[in-house]
């Protein structure tokens, strides 16, 4: 299936947080008015590049299917002594593996607009190859019930992520402390052997017109940091681990 078409997304930025809580409040308003009352979706990104997988910007050797599966397998293999939570199927696992830096066909994504903030500016901002501080993009994804899998609790008898037939959305069981503080759910990307390439999100027919782009200037992150912490939106609640909260502890008293 070609998921590929050259439609546009909006773009929207703001200069306080007030003023993307009313632009989440705004665009809202207008989608309910077209009868759509799905939630809508967020990603977070310190630097405006496409809506890809990890798995899509390595350089691997062989066919990324193949890899996937391989790496997915060694996961499967070595990593019980470190879960909390025996995963059941495919899904179950690459949502912890994701969670944890394994390079997967899932793109991270929130239900909560303000996690979605953090991640976008929750480190100092960063240069290009030109030196150019970078800006950072919150994604909103105006998502209707199409756009999910519906998968039975088990999914013994479903398609796998490697089998599916266009890119969906999938909101996984509440299966590590990550994924419960961060609201967490995923795009899961579509590819094929023959095709061996992901579309990024935002060139995808199915999703590019429900996109919006909010640029959050580099000049704000401090700022905004400062204000989602009074919202209790921080290392420590976003990580609920010692990595987490040493950052956390870090932020507060040595400031950058």
């Not at 967020?42 to 599966?69: H, M, N, S």
């Not at 240069?127 to 150019?132: A, P, Q, R, S």
């Not at 479903?158 to 609201?183: D, N």
Request: charged share 30%; net charge positive; proline share 5%.
């Amino acid at each position: 299936m070609q998921e590929s078409e050259n439609r546009k997304y909006a773009v929207r930025n703001f200069t306080t947080f007030s003023a993307y809580l009313a632009l989440l409040e705004e665009e809202k308003k207008n989608e309910e008015k077209s009868a759509n009352k799905s939630d809508f979706i967020f990603r977070g990104q310190p630097i405006d590049k496409p809506l890809l997988p990890v798995l899509a910007r390595k350089k691997t050797k062989g066919k990324l299917l193949t890899i996937e599966q391989l790496l997915l397998e060694e996961f499967k293999r070595t990593s019980l002594p470190f879960i909390e939570f025996s995963p059941k199927n495919d899904w179950q696992c690459l949502s912890i593996a994701q969670h944890h830096g394994l390079p997967t066909r899932f793109l991270d994504w929130t239900y909560s607009a303000l996690a979605a903030l953090w991640f976008a500016v929750r480190n100092p901002p960063v240069k290009d190859e030109k030196d150019k501080i970078q800006d950072g993009v919150v994604w909103i994804l105006k998502s209707n019930t199409s756009d999910f899998l519906n998968l039975s609790e088990d999914a013994e008898n479903e398609e796998t992520p490697f089998e599916i037939k266009r890119t969906r959305i999938y909101r996984p069981r509440f299966i590590s402390r990550r994924i419960v503080a961060q609201a967490g759910l995923f795009t899961v990307h579509f590819t094929t052997d023959e095709t061996d390439d992901f579309i990024p999100l935002e060139k995808n027919k199915f999703f590019s017109e429900k996109l919006i782009k909010v640029q959050v200037s580099h000049t704000k992150f401090e700022k905004i940091r400062q204000q989602l912490n009074s919202c209790g939106i921080n290392s420590s609640s976003m990580i609920p681990d010692l990595d987490g909260l040493c950052k956390h502890i870090a932020w507060r008293y040595i400031h950058p």
